[in-house]
């Protein structure tokens, strides 16, 4: 029996060598799963109506701004990992919007163009508020093109809250910074729809939303979730997976192949553009490869991590065309 194992070890292990070549430049790594605790859902229920106040009038999106014929670049980075005890997230979260945030001032963001919200920054005022504002403050219109990354942690709700749009009944959250927890709080989150309002405010139609966490499928599965036209939504995984992160390179799984994308790498039809659809599809490989891999080392089951799209650009009817992010020669 032993050798029997020893073999199976041994024969798993001579394909990972041939099948790591394939994506570099990390055939080296390896990550860990970013599965957590069960969440506690008695304490969901009892905060069920937080954070989601229903409105008679929801605002609708604006396709009339005043576009100035001028394409400004903007983007809000949010990484909120959860305090002390998640130092190794933090690490992460830190390194992905560092380099995030230097390939695009490298491309024609400037740094004014750019709002962070880092850890104890990233509160749900902060998120919901300041950054909206900001945008809105700054004169952010139709023509213009905005970047939103988030990265942090993400469950499913234990019921759809109305407006009732749910394919599986559970709206999806994610966890802001709870500055009486000094970390992250199962209790204080932030539901997919109310953050869909926000972005129904904006007047841009050149939108690209990045959603960083577990379940983060759950971003564009609903009718009033993110998906409107003049979006490109990208997502780290499917609505009932995890999303892993780097073991040795200190990123996260998906945004580590995100930022390889943007370096170029995911210009597929060599137009010397990268485009928000190229990018999503550049990352689907390696990073179902790595969590299949990881997943069945650890686990004994092999579990794929599977980054998905929505792509209303420039419009839900009409989305043949794509929305280019990074100029390659300019």
């Known amino acids: 029996m032993r050798i029997i194992q020893w073999k199976k070890f041994i024969v798993f292990f001579t394909i990972l060598l041939l099948f790591s070549t394939i994506f570099p430049p990390d055939s080296m790594s390896m990550f860990e799963s970013d599965v957590n605790s069960v969440i506690n859902h008695s304490h969901l229920q009892s905060q069920i109506h937080i954070n989601k106040e229903i409105q008679q009038n929801k605002p609708s999106f604006n396709s009339c701004g005043d576009p100035d014929g001028i394409t400004t670049k903007w983007a809000v980075l949010i990484a909120c990992s959860?305090?002390?005890?998640?130092?190794?997230?933090?690490?992460?979260?830190?390194?992905?919007?560092?380099?995030?945030?230097?390939i695009l001032n490298k491309n024609g963001w400037n740094n004014d163009h750019i709002f962070l919200l880092l850890e104890e920054e990233a509160t749900t005022e902060a998120i919901l508020n300041h950054s909206f504002n900001w945008l809105r403050d700054e004169g952010e219109d139709e023509d213009?093109?905005?970047?939103?990354?988030?990265?942090?942690?993400?469950?499913?709700?234990?019921?759809?809250?109305?407006?009732?749009?749910?394919?599986?009944?559970?709206?999806?959250?994610f966890h802001p910074w709870d500055p009486d927890m000094a970390g992250w709080n199962w209790d204080v989150f932030?539901?997919?729809?109310?953050?869909?309002?926000?972005?129904?405010?904006?007047?841009?139609r050149n939108i690209v939303i990045v959603m960083h966490t577990c379940h983060a499928g759950g971003w564009i599965d609903g009718e009033n979730d993110l998906c409107r036209s003049g979006r490109v939504v990208l997502v780290s995984c499917g609505v009932d997976e995890a999303s892993c992160m780097m073991k040795y390179q200190l990123h996260w799984l998906f945004p580590y192949y995100l930022i390889q994308g943007l370096k170029g790498r995911s210009d597929n039809n060599n137009d010397k553009w990268v485009s928000a659809e190229e990018l999503l599809d550049y990352t689907i490989k390696p990073v179902q490869f790595r969590s299949k891999i990881y997943n069945w080392m650890s686990t004994g089951i092999v579990k794929t991590q599977n980054p998905e799209i929505f792509d209303g650009w420039p419009s839900i009817e009409d989305n043949s065309d794509e929305l280019k992010l990074i100029n390659l020669v300019g």
């Open 190 to 204: 932030i539901v997919d729809d109310v953050l869909a309002e926000k972005f129904d405010t904006l007047k841009s």
């Open 82 to 102: 959860g305090g002390v005890t998640y130092g190794r997230h933090e690490r992460r979260d830190r390194n992905d919007v560092r380099v995030l945030k230097q």
């Open 144 to 173: 213009d093109l905005i970047f939103f990354f988030f990265s942090g942690h993400g469950y499913y709700h234990t019921e759809d809250q109305p407006p009732l749009d749910e394919p599986d009944g559970r709206d999806e959250i």
